[in-house]
């Protein structure tokens, strides 16, 4: 189902946003269109045509082209078992919706004895260069900020070149990114890559001698967001929980058969024993997702991380010992997305449902909102969950802790670390400074 509505109707003038409920979940996002809320209609979903208001028609011709390549999109993820995420059916909607601009001018005109070099032509140079030495997933970033560099020249009717990328395009790329509800740190990431490809053309195939994102504006921005971690206690409640018909069927009434209430329960321990594998051994949901048996040797996880191919040796905590002396089968996988859903429910059943505040940066705001522990489980939680309750057993240093995680940088693991004023209290406390010493 495709909808229209306003984001705030109690103002004189609001942002219309499309909502779109599909396969059981809902996306929204604005449309970058707005009306005088006296205006709007909301049995009909559109804007009030009237002699006051000339610019209804305009409107509603842009809804009306955004629900088209809504209902396109849908038609091309109805073929996929699982639902997309909001980031893949947007990008899909915006290419759709922004393809009546295929064919695009550049930005400014090159003289006859020179040949133009469009960023993004050479972004595809660079993919091609580093797609067989760099890994998969930083692949795929590469592509992602192919796609949205490309939305946005539709957007702005414009070819981008290398002169173009500069404190103009920064500012503008910004505001675009940020009206599509995207965080800070997304941006960021975004503009990391885009600096490395710009700096690339310049040092590595002499494209360009510009300096256009030497500005100091031209920043990639970090902001630390909070995430959440799972203490052991919750941990040991998510494996402790009896998975029982009853049980599936009051969180899934949807499910009517015997057949699809099995199917559900063996999907359900699936996830659970991968998640509790990542949140014992703190391994990227990358590597937990493909250990098998060949990677456990003596009581150790040993193997070579994907992301980074660092060597790692991790001790089988005696959770993950249980999880294979009960017969789970380290070759059964699961994606991603189905992972990332089904441990939302998995946790809300263990009764992992504490509200919890959670400072979001989005739009170059920092936001505060407050909701249940379970929704915001994510398969990295695992990850955040073996770095903290490490650190919160005081005997582990935190050198060891960047070891096991595989990271090269102590300061990659700070960031993993989720231990509020008072928690880090007690730890210091538990410090021999802390004690008298003795004589």
């Known amino acids: 189902?495709?909808?229209?509505?306003?984001?705030?109707?109690?103002?004189?003038?609001?942002?219309?946003?499309?909502?779109?409920?599909?396969?059981?979940?809902?996306?929204?996002?604005?449309?970058?269109?707005?009306?005088?809320?006296?205006?709007?209609?909301?049995?009909?979903?559109?804007?009030?045509?009237?002699?006051?208001?000339?610019?209804?028609?305009?409107?509603?011709?842009?809804?009306?082209?955004w629900q088209e390549a809504a209902s396109?999109?849908?038609?091309?993820?109805?073929?996929?078992?699982?639902?997309?995420?909001?980031?893949?059916?947007?990008?899909?909607?915006?290419?759709?919706?922004?393809?009546?601009?295929?064919?695009?001018?550049p930005m400014k005109e090159a003289s006859d004895d020179t040949e133009i070099c469009y960023f993004t032509d050479y972004l595809n140079r660079y993919i091609e260069r580093y797609e067989q030495v760099r890994s998969a997933i930083?692949?795929?970033?590469?592509?992602?900020?192919?796609?949205?560099?490309?939305?946005?020249?539709?957007?702005?009717?414009?070819?981008?070149?290398?002169?173009?990328?500069?404190?103009?395009?920064?500012?503008?790329?910004?505001?675009?990114?940020?009206?599509?509800?995207?965080?800070?740190?997304?941006?960021?990431s975004l503009i990391k890559i885009i600096k490395q490809v710009y700096r690339d053309a310049r040092e590595v195939d002499g494209i360009h001698s510009l300096n256009g994102t030497s500005h100091k504006g031209f920043i990639t921005v970090m902001k630390e967001s909070d995430s959440i971690f799972l203490t052991v206690d919750e941990l040991m409640r998510l494996n402790e929980l009896e998975l029982t018909d009853s049980g599936i069927r009051a969180e899934w009434p949807e499910l009517?058969?015997?057949?699809?209430?099995?199917?559900?329960?063996?999907?359900?321990?699936?996830?659970?024993?991968?998640?509790?594998?990542?949140?014992?051994?703190?391994?990227?949901?990358?590597?937990?997702?493909?250990?098998?048996?060949?990677?456990?040797?003596?009581?150790?996880?040993?193997?070579?991380?994907?992301?980074?191919?660092?060597?790692?040796?991790?001790?089988?905590?005696?959770?993950?010992?249980?999880?294979?002396?009960?017969?789970?089968?380290?070759?059964?996988?699961?994606?991603?997305?189905?992972?990332?859903?089904?441990?939302?429910?998995?946790?809300?059943?263990?009764?992992?449902?504490?509200?919890?505040?959670?400072?979001?940066?989005r739009g170059g705001v920092m936001q505060v909102k407050y909701t249940e522990k379970y929704k915001l489980v994510s398969t990295h939680t695992a990850r955040r969950s073996f770095a903290t309750n490490l650190l919160k057993a005081k005997d582990v240093p935190l050198a060891a802790i960047s070891k096991a995680l595989g990271h090269s940088k102590i300061t990659t693991t700070m960031r993993y670390l989720r231990v509020g004023t008072e928690e880090n209290a007690s730890i210091l406390v538990g410090s021999s400074y802390f004690k008298m010493p003795s004589k």
């Not at 017969?327 to 992972?339: A, N, P, R």
């Open 256 to 361: 009517r058969d015997d057949k699809a209430v099995k199917r559900r329960k063996a999907t359900c321990e699936l996830v659970r024993n991968r998640f509790l594998i990542g949140a014992f051994s703190g391994l990227r949901v990358s590597d937990f997702s493909r250990l098998g048996e060949m990677d456990i040797v003596d009581g150790l996880i040993v193997l070579r991380t994907r992301k980074t191919d660092t060597p790692i040796a991790i001790p089988v905590h005696p959770v993950i010992q249980h999880i294979l002396d009960r017969g789970f089968d380290l070759s059964e996988v699961i994606s991603d997305q189905k992972m990332n859903t089904y441990i939302k429910h998995l946790a809300k059943m263990a009764g992992i449902d504490d509200k919890v505040a959670i400072r979001e940066h």
């Open 138 to 188: 930083t692949v795929k970033h590469y592509r992602t900020v192919w796609n949205k560099l490309r939305t946005f020249e539709r957007r702005v009717y414009r070819r981008l070149t290398f002169p173009d990328i500069n404190i103009d395009f920064y500012n503008s790329f910004r505001v675009w990114i940020y009206d599509q509800g995207y965080s800070d740190n997304y941006f960021g």
């Open 72 to 105: 396109k999109s849908l038609v091309k993820f109805k073929r996929l078992h699982d639902a997309p995420t909001p980031h893949d059916l947007f990008d899909e909607i915006d290419r759709l919706f922004y393809s009546e601009y295929d064919s695009l001018p």
């Open 1 to 65: 189902m495709i909808t229209f509505y306003l984001a705030k109707p109690r103002k004189e003038r609001s942002a219309i946003f499309i909502s779109i409920v599909f396969k059981g979940k809902q996306y929204r996002r604005t449309t970058k269109e707005s009306t005088l809320v006296k205006y709007w209609n909301p049995q009909k979903h559109r804007v009030r045509v009237c002699r006051e208001n000339r610019e209804a028609n305009r409107t509603n011709e842009i809804l009306e082209q």
